[in-house]
């Protein structure tokens, strides 16, 4: 069955960095493009990052544009978001998302993982 | 950017009673629209993409349906599983978004 699993989160300073990973199994993950969604605590769903099957593609939020940076290692199976320059208004609950084919809903998701950018 | 809205904010209905939630878009979304349900302390699971196709394993008692800007998402009988909150999100264009959710609760 398929499987996202997150790690790479904790306490951070504002201005510090992070990066989140997301192993996957169960399905191809080299013919996916793959999301990251993040929920502040208390609120609504948030797209943050997509990155094409290949990693040829990407595309980000406003809100994280020039600061985070999503990758993937085809041969691992693994997802990556590096966090850059954190604001508190970055603290959340992170999942990584496959994409339900060449359409860009989330058919499947992570358990999500914490990240806490305070001082 | 595409602006969904979703009302109403919360929902109370009883258990075997039917709920009715709606999700509305600030431009056309053609039919690229889905659904997903949220419990507290869990991910988000999708209901319903393409509107109103269910996904794997979805209860025939969830039903989408709209197109363009008004989309509706409607539980015939809710069962105790379904008190929960749930998003719609277009992917028609990027960035993708997300409407600020309906919660569903027990009457």
């Known amino acids: 069955q398929v499987q996202l699993a997150e790690s790479g989160g904790g306490v951070v300073q504002p201005g510090g960095s992070l990066r989140l990973s997301c192993a996957t199994s169960?399905?191809?993950?080299?013919?996916?493009?793959m999301h990251w969604v993040r929920q502040a605590p208390g609120k609504g769903l948030e797209w943050v990052a997509f990155?094409?099957?290949?990693?040829?593609?990407?595309f980000y939020a406003d809100s994280v544009q020039g600061r985070f940076t999503i990758s993937r290692d085809n041969s691992k199976n693994t997802l990556y978001l590096q966090m850059n320059s954190l604001r508190t208004g970055d603290t959340a609950v992170y999942y990584c998302?496959?994409?339900?084919?060449?359409?860009?809903?989330?058919?499947?998701w992570g358990q999500g993982i914490l990240v806490t950018v305070s001082s | 950017e595409i602006m969904m809205t979703q009302s109403p904010v919360t929902l109370s209905v009883s258990p075997g009673e039917r709920a009715t939630l709606s999700c509305r878009a600030s431009?056309?979304?053609?039919?690229?629209l889905a659904w997903y349900q949220q419990k507290p302390g869990q991910a988000p699971r999708l209901l319903m993409y393409?509107?109103?196709t269910r996904a794997t394993g979805i209860p025939a008692r969830f039903s989408g349906s709209g197109s363009g800007t008004e989309f509706t998402l409607t539980i015939s009988s809710l069962q105790s599983e379904d008190f929960a909150v749930y998003y719609c999100?277009?992917?028609?264009?990027?960035?993708?978004?997300f409407g600020g959710g309906t919660k569903v609760e027990i009457k």
């Open positions: 998302a496959k994409t339900g084919g060449i359409l860009h809903y989330f058919d499947y």
């Open positions: 169960g399905f191809t993950f080299s013919n996916y493009g």
């Open positions: 990155i094409r099957y290949d990693g040829s593609n990407k």
């Open positions: 431009q056309s979304v053609s039919i690229n």
């Open positions: 393409g509107a109103s």
């Open positions: 999100q277009q992917y028609n264009n990027w960035p993708l978004t």
